[in-house]
């Protein structure tokens, strides 16, 4: 079993910057594949980034260049540090875990998840 536990979300204006944390525990971190998926309301939950332990990277067109995934094995933590934020990135940001390894982009691929962190980007 795995535990996630995302925090970091806020308020920022366009152009701003943040940097979500997620907190995993449970099991060997270096197992998973770790990603980050975004929920705006009335949308389906959609991929934003993932990184496996080897620290493979994937992005979605959207961020791409902006946002940058990372881990720190040693506090057991995924982050996702988001520059030049917009307004269309409003959303409530996921953290998930999952054992497949490539590039897993769907939800469905993912196994665990944690509570969700709300970003919100003013114009």
């Known amino acids: 079993q795995v535990q996630l536990v995302e925090s970091g979300g806020g308020l920022v204006q366009a152009g701003g910057s943040l940097r979500l944390s997620c907190a995993v525990s449970?099991?060997?971190?270096?197992?998973?594949?770790m990603g980050w998926f975004r929920q705006a309301p009335g949308k389906e939950r959609e991929f934003v980034a993932s990184i496996r332990w080897t620290s493979t990277t994937y992005y979605s067109d959207s961020v791409k260049g902006r946002f940058t995934i990372s881990t720190n094995s040693a506090r057991n933590t995924v982050y996702l540090e988001m520059n030049s934020l917009k307004p269309e990135d409003t959303a409530v940001y996921f953290c998930?875990?999952?054992?497949?390894?490539?590039?897993?982009?769907?939800?469905?691929?993912?196994?665990?998840w944690g509570q969700g962190t709300q970003v919100t980007v003013s114009s």
């Open positions: 998930a875990a999952t054992r497949i390894l490539g590039e897993p982009t769907t939800h469905s691929d993912y196994d665990y």
């Open positions: 449970g099991r060997t971190f270096s197992s998973y594949t």
